[in-house]
């Protein structure tokens, strides 16, 4: 499902529950009358010639590439005005990868920034837990504003940023880059880079962004205090959260009229490297929509509808209301308004997202739809038709292939749980949307849908510890007193969770595995899935059967398990269907090479990518490499061209050491599972020893190549061919002992 899954606590977005629509309201002028200048005169992007002037980075939430049912075609099939302009235009690598553990905010945090988890702190999502001082785990969300803290009501559990990065700092803002380049940089909706709540905690995201006692804040205060489902209560979101524009070095569009002066911000970032003063952002629809309009209050969706909360007020329609249309009428609106660098974030298309609200107004959880279920089908067209309009209008105000740089990808993949539908006579097919329980046997229908709801607390045996739990297909365990990971009651724990047993109706009548792997704290340092916050790592994690949804109440779907039909659609787990994504870039120093189903890459390589065709680089260095096999050769950077085929086959195995779906985790994984299944401590301490040992060299070798692929890439240091050498030998040699662990 989208941004608003169900996690460790259903509480934690229970505010963005009530924006999930997007209503009509009164007519604003057509975008194309209002367009101003087209670029920012002082953006200076440095690509190669000098053409690239706009940048469109687009990120969808769980949409694929791959079929989900072989008869019904595929989300980017039934979006072929996107799919052939990714193809024709650019390069589609469709054998990319997620995180660990794959979840919306994770993917597109480490997309946004090039880097792992345990370098930008989010190693858990979309929620987490974290330990206290007193050792008991406390709930946090993963969505938050860029600075602000874990626990951002006080900060006296936890004072440490949410984005935790190197040396415990909060990790650098992607939007750096571009403003001190002289951008403007527009956001709409992704994870953490414009506001994410109404929170008015001592460090939450009212407060970093407008302060404590700001008009902006108390309005945010008697916001949240109205009734819910009103109007009142959601108004606060609609005006500042979800859409910001973090304004270029000098001013740009914050400094454009007096009512943007007014209305802009500081823009802090106390921890960034080389430091950040004197900038500005606009946070929220309230500053931004007047600000790209000339004046409007509302911003229109490429239909040419104001893009409006369920009350019809002008502004942010919610996470879950990110449809392609409001998303890419706010990234048009921007550029037109000359805003060059623009984010965005555009919802899944397989969960009902209008079911939720019937008459007057229910913000329940939208239901999930199946392949080739009509209305799904339906959401697919809309997407289509929005950026072919999108594509249209761009075009005629002159921003195109040949002078902008586009990036469309997916935070993650994920797995359908369900059975095969009922063909219908329009073509489409039909499921059973109604809960299924059972005591013995199940009895569900052949179309039923849903995930399969596992309470993992009801079968443990008495005298588990206590623990929290992040609900999940993957779920991880904080276990009371974060005791240590050889610890003998943490350890049986471990192997009473990694023996369940259930009846999976999707697979078998009778009871089959509940999980697949397990990992405690060594392989989650492997899977960097460890960041520098100790208090956030996770007892244990298991890796479950994906039909599954683990959690530690209910279910309320009857008995246990039993199958709820909200949720059809797990991530978070290992393997390929969630795992396996896809990325294209088009523009200007990007090779036309159609669909690239072999280059192994992952979500890392999107911003050094990005940045090498722009000439831009980071204020640190990223985990991912330039993916060379998707540009031209003038848009190669010299000192990767020098050594081009021994560069590629060092990035190639740079990636299976490194990344988490790579070789070497995969097999660390297999691994970790059959020492923490052992009832012998001494296999169990043999097996960790040797995976924290293979990790421990595999960091140090993989800090060497990414640096020396880095100073390639961005400072025109030559590859050493000798040492890269040596470095794949390396490489290859720990790849064969991961593997050799695995098998023995």
């Given at each position: 499902?989208?941004?608003?899954?169900?996690?460790?606590?259903?509480?934690?977005?229970l505010?963005?529950?009530?924006i999930?629509?997007?209503?009509?309201?009164?007519?604003?002028?057509?975008p194309?009358?209002?367009?101003?200048?087209?670029?920012?005169?002082?953006?200076?992007?440095?690509s190669?010639?000098?053409?690239?002037?706009?940048?469109?980075?687009?990120?969808?939430?769980?949409?694929?590439?791959?079929?989900d049912?072989?008869?019904?075609?595929?989300?980017?099939?039934?979006?072929?005005?996107?799919?052939?302009?990714?193809?024709?235009?650019?390069?589609?690598?469709?054998?990319?990868?997620?995180i660990?553990?794959?979840?919306?905010?994770?993917?597109?945090?480490?997309t946004?920034?090039?880097?792992?988890?345990?370098?930008?702190?989010?190693?858990?999502?979309?929620?987490?837990?974290?330990?206290?001082?007193?050792?008991?785990?406390?709930?946090s969300?993963?969505?938050?504003?860029?600075?602000?803290?874990?626990d951002?009501?006080?900060?006296?559990?936890?004072a440490?940023?949410?984005?935790?990065?190197?040396?415990q700092?909060?990790?650098?803002?992607?939007?750096?880059?571009?403003?001190?380049a002289?951008?403007?940089?527009?956001?709409?909706?992704?994870?953490n880079?414009?506001?994410?709540?109404?929170?008015t905690?001592?460090?939450?995201?009212?407060?970093q962004a407008?302060?404590?006692g700001?008009?902006?804040?108390?309005?945010?205060?008697?916001?949240n205090?109205?009734p819910?489902?009103?109007?009142a209560?959601?108004?606060?979101?609609?005006?500042?959260?979800?859409?910001?524009?973090?304004?270029?070095n000098?001013?740009?569009?914050?400094?454009?009229?007096?009512?943007?002066?007014?209305?802009?911000?500081?823009?802090?970032?106390?921890?960034?490297?080389?430091?950040?003063?004197?900038?500005?952002?606009?946070?929220?629809?309230?500053?931004v929509?007047?600000?790209?309009?000339?004046?409007?209050?509302?911003?229109?969706?490429?239909?040419?509808?104001?893009?409006?909360?369920?009350?019809?007020?002008?502004?942010?329609?919610?996470?879950?209301?990110?449809?392609?249309?409001?998303?890419?009428?706010?990234?048009?609106?921007?550029?037109?308004?000359?805003?060059?660098?623009?984010?965005?974030?555009?919802?899944?298309?397989?969960?009902?997202?209008?079911?939720?609200?019937?008459?007057?107004?229910?913000?329940?959880?939208?239901?999930?739809?199946g392949?080739g279920?009509?209305?799904?089908?339906a959401?697919?067209?809309?997407?289509?038709?929005?950026?072919?309009?999108?594509?249209?209008?761009?075009?005629?105000?002159?921003?195109?292939?040949?002078?902008?740089?586009?990036?469309?990808?997916?935070?993650?993949?994920?797995?359908?749980?369900?059975?095969?539908?009922?063909?219908?006579?329009?073509?489409?097919?039909?499921?059973?949307?109604?809960n299924?329980?059972?005591?013995?046997?199940?009895?569900?229908?052949?179309?039923?849908?849903?995930?399969?709801?596992?309470?993992?607390?009801?079968k443990?045996p008495t005298?588990?510890?206590?623990?929290?739990?992040?609900r999940?297909?993957?779920?991880?365990?904080?276990v009371?007193?974060q005791?240590?990971?050889?610890?003998?009651?943490?350890?049986?724990?471990?192997?009473?969770?990694?023996?369940?047993?259930?009846?999976?109706?999707?697979?078998?009548?009778?009871?089959?595995?509940?999980?697949?792997?397990?990992?405690?704290?060594?392989?989650?340092?492997?899977?960097?899935?460890?960041n520098?916050?100790?208090?956030?790592?996770?007892?244990?994690?298991?890796?479950?059967?994906p039909?599954?949804?683990v959690?530690?109440?209910?279910p309320?779907?009857?008995?246990?398990?039993?199958?709820?039909?909200?949720?059809?659609?797990?991530h978070?787990?290992?393997?390929?269907?969630?795992?396996?994504?896809?990325?294209?870039?088009?523009?200007?120093?990007?090779?036309?090479?159609?669909?690239?189903?072999?280059?192994?890459?992952?979500?890392t390589?999107?911003?050094?990518?990005?940045l090498?065709?722009?000439?831009l680089?980071?204020?640190?260095g990223?985990?991912?490499?330039v993916?060379?096999?998707?540009l031209?050769?003038?848009?190669?950077?010299?000192?990767?061209?020098?050594?081009?085929?021994?560069?590629?086959?060092?990035?190639?195995?740079?990636?299976?050491?490194?990344a988490?779906?790579g070789q070497?985790?995969?097999?660390?994984?297999?691994?970790?599972t059959?020492?923490?299944?052992?009832?012998?401590?001494?296999?169990?301490?043999?097996?960790?020893?040797?995976?924290?040992?293979?990790?421990?060299?595999?960091?140090?070798?993989?800090?060497?190549?990414?640096?020396?692929?880095?100073?390639?890439?961005?400072?025109?240091q030559?590859?050493?061919?000798?040492?890269?050498?040596?470095?794949?030998?390396?490489?290859?040699?720990?790849l064969?002992r991961a593997?050799?662990?695995?098998?023995?």
């Open positions: 499902m989208s941004r608003k899954r169900k996690s460790g606590a259903l509480g934690v977005l505010l963005a529950c009530l999930t629509a997007s209503i009509a309201a009164a007519q604003v002028r057509e194309s009358s209002m367009a101003r200048s087209l670029a920012s005169s002082g953006c200076q992007l440095k190669a010639g000098g053409n690239i002037k706009h940048v469109v980075y687009l990120q969808f939430d769980n949409t694929h590439y791959s079929r049912n072989p008869t019904v075609a595929s989300d980017l099939e039934q979006m072929p005005h996107l799919l052939d302009f990714l193809k024709s235009n650019g390069t589609l690598f469709t054998n990319d990868h997620t660990l553990i794959s979840h919306t905010a994770g993917g597109i945090v480490s946004q920034t090039g880097l792992y988890p345990d370098r930008h702190g989010l190693n858990v999502t979309n929620s987490y837990f974290y330990y206290s001082p007193s050792k008991i785990p406390l709930f969300t993963a969505f938050k504003y860029w600075t602000d803290l874990v951002d009501s006080t900060g006296a559990n936890d440490l940023p949410n984005m935790v990065g190197d040396a700092k909060t990790t650098p803002a992607p939007w750096v880059p571009f403003t001190r002289g951008c403007d940089f527009g956001a709409i909706s992704l994870a880079i414009e506001l994410e709540n109404t929170g905690g001592a460090f939450g995201d009212m407060t407008f302060g404590a700001s008009p902006e804040w108390n309005a945010a205060v008697a916001s205090a109205a819910s489902g009103t109007a209560r959601a108004k606060a979101l609609t005006d500042y959260v979800g859409i910001a524009v973090h304004c270029a000098g001013g740009g569009i914050c400094d454009s009229t007096p009512r943007e002066v007014t209305n802009s911000r500081p823009d802090n970032l106390p921890d960034e490297p080389g430091g950040y003063v004197g900038y500005k952002a606009l946070f929220g629809a309230k500053y929509n007047p600000a790209i309009t000339g004046g409007n209050a509302a911003v229109n969706d490429t239909s040419g509808a104001p893009v409006t909360d369920p009350f019809g007020q002008p502004g942010f329609p919610g996470f879950d209301e990110a449809l392609a249309k409001n998303t890419l009428g706010y990234v048009a609106q921007m550029q037109e308004a000359g805003i060059p660098i623009t984010w965005g974030y555009i919802s899944d298309a397989h969960d009902n997202h209008t079911s939720s609200f019937p008459a007057p107004f229910n913000p329940a959880f939208p239901r999930a739809s392949p279920e009509a209305d799904y089908n959401q697919l067209k809309a997407y289509d038709d929005a950026f072919a309009t999108c594509f249209e209008r761009l075009q005629n105000d002159g921003i195109h292939q040949s002078n902008t740089l586009r990036m469309v990808t997916v935070d993650e993949g994920d797995k359908f749980a369900g059975g095969i539908g009922t063909p219908q006579t329009d073509g489409s097919l039909a499921y059973t949307h109604a299924c329980s059972w005591t013995t046997t199940p009895a569900c229908p052949a179309n039923q849908i849903g995930e399969v709801n596992y309470n993992i607390k009801a443990l005298g588990t510890p206590s623990f929290q739990l992040h999940d297909s993957a779920p991880t365990f904080y009371n007193g005791p240590a990971r050889n610890d003998a009651t943490l350890r049986q724990m471990e192997r009473n969770v990694a023996g369940l047993n259930a009846i999976d109706p999707y697979v078998s009548s009778s009871p089959t595995p509940v999980f697949e792997r397990m990992a405690d704290t060594v392989t989650e340092k492997t899977l960097h899935m460890v520098t916050d100790p208090a956030r790592t996770p007892s244990f994690t298991a890796f479950g059967n039909d599954y949804f959690t530690d109440a209910g309320s779907c009857g008995s246990n398990p039993c199958i709820d039909y909200h949720f059809a659609w797990s978070g787990d290992i393997q390929d269907v969630i795992g396996t994504t896809w990325v294209g870039f088009v523009g200007p120093g990007v090779a036309t090479n159609g669909v690239d189903d072999k280059t192994w890459t992952d979500h390589n999107v911003r050094p990518t990005m090498s065709l722009l000439g680089k980071d204020d640190y990223n985990d991912g490499r993916l060379i096999e998707g031209t050769t003038k848009a190669t950077p010299q000192s990767l061209i020098a050594h081009r085929e021994t560069v590629r086959r060092l990035s190639d195995i740079y990636e299976q050491v490194n988490p779906f070497f985790g995969m097999d660390a994984l297999v691994a970790s059959r020492a923490i299944k052992s009832t012998d401590e001494s296999v169990y301490s043999s097996i960790e020893t040797s995976i924290e040992n293979l990790t421990t060299e595999r960091d140090a070798l993989a800090a060497q190549i990414k640096a020396a692929l880095g100073a390639a890439a961005f400072d025109g030559a590859l050493n061919e000798q040492q890269a050498k040596a470095w794949i030998k390396q490489a290859q040699s720990l064969d593997a050799t662990l695995a098998a023995s």
